[in-house]
């Protein structure tokens, strides 16, 4: 397999790759005698992608080049993150790249991207091949009874107002509104979530047909993935779903050159959940107080009086002006003997407890100095007397 893809070509296929990794970990290639198809499933297996390009997006295009037989065409699975590193900068690769060429020799092991850039500059990759096989995803897009043709801005300004921590998004269809809110797990702290709802009308989008209503819930972060796609080359988004638990498939496509699907598989939301959540939410905050208020009292009141803690309890005012009890609060004499007994020494275990104000000085320590230095203090002392050298002389008088 041999082709050309001009400049203003690259650039696209640049953002489709991007738009893949966001998928899957791996890249499929399939060369066909009319177009070359990619695709990528994530690591879950609940969601696929598949982007076509017709033999018109190419300059030059040659599905068995290196070989002479009409065979089927060529297969191989690459590594995603070398298929990124041949397109680091799809946003100016049209201005900076001329024409690439990709090649694919069914006896070789590498599949090799020629970037060939202005002034003469060559880029040439060599990406491993990791498998030869092909992938096929199976779906049905014609014949469901739900279809929708959207503007991307529409979808796009409606997920900006989700949470960036939201895993899965709900999609409730009927023929008078499409709602899209973000899906609540019932093992979820109903307490720290922010609920969001959009509400859209059918007179919003290019075409809506609703044949069956339903609710279906798929993944979020593959779901930007794909507008984001779509927003980059300003095409619409065509959805077509049907029921709970058949995949939903979205299309972007311009008409001649390529065509762009992704299927999102699609799980039952959880309706009692759903239904719930705000008398789950106010039962919870109901238990909340009513600990708070039994725990915390309880464990504030045995550290109080009976008297105080009524007191605490009926006034809610920042400070609580409450009398002393007459058992505790202390008299004139028993005030004039505490002073007595800090005067004279005495009781200091006691003083320490009752006056924490008037602590004591610490002692010196003149007895320990007397016990070394004993006969320089006594006033017979005669330094003649000592017998033995002198390590240290008498210092000058000045």
Known sequence: MKCHIPGSNVKVLGRTVHALARFGDELYLESLPDCILLRTLNAAESAYAM???????????????????????????????????????????????????IKLDPEACKLIFQLKCRHGIVKTHFISILDCKAMQAVYTKDTVPNRITSPQRILAEALNNFQSSDDQVTLEASPNSLILRNYIDCSMDLTKIIRTQITLKPAEFDSYTIGTETIITFSLKEFRALLAFAEA????????????????????????????????????????????????????????????????????????????????????????FIDMPEDIVMNDELISSVNKSIVNGKDRGKVDLMDCD?????????????????????????????????????????
């Open 51 to 101: 982007v076509k390009f017709n033999k018109s997006f190419f300059s030059y295009f040659n599905y068995n080049y290196f070989s002479t037989e009409d065979n089927e065409g060529l297969k191989c699975k690459i590594s995603m993150k070398s298929a990124l590193n041949t397109f680091k900068s799809p946003m100016h690769m049209d201005k900076q790249v001329e024409n690439l060429e």
């Open 233 to 320: 080359l300003n095409l619409p988004l065509q959805v077509h779903f049907e029921t709970t638990g058949r995949p939903a498939v979205f299309i972007v496509h311009n008409g001649t050159t390529f065509e762009a699907h992704f299927v999102l598989a699609t799980t039952k939301p959880d309706s009692a959940t759903q239904a719930t959540s705000t008398q789950n939410t106010t039962m919870e905050r109901n238990k909340r107080k009513d600990a708070s208020s039994t725990g915390g009292s309880a464990k504030k009141k045995p550290h109080l009086d009976v008297d105080i803690s009524k007191c605490l309890d009926e006034d809610s005012h920042l400070f609580n």
């Open 358 to 398: 008037n602590i004591p000085g610490s002692p010196t320590s003149k007895t320990t100095i007397k016990s070394v230095f004993k006969r320089c203090f006594e006033s017979t002392f005669d330094p003649r007397s000592l017998v033995g050298s002198v390590l240290a002389e008498n210092s000058d008088s000045d």
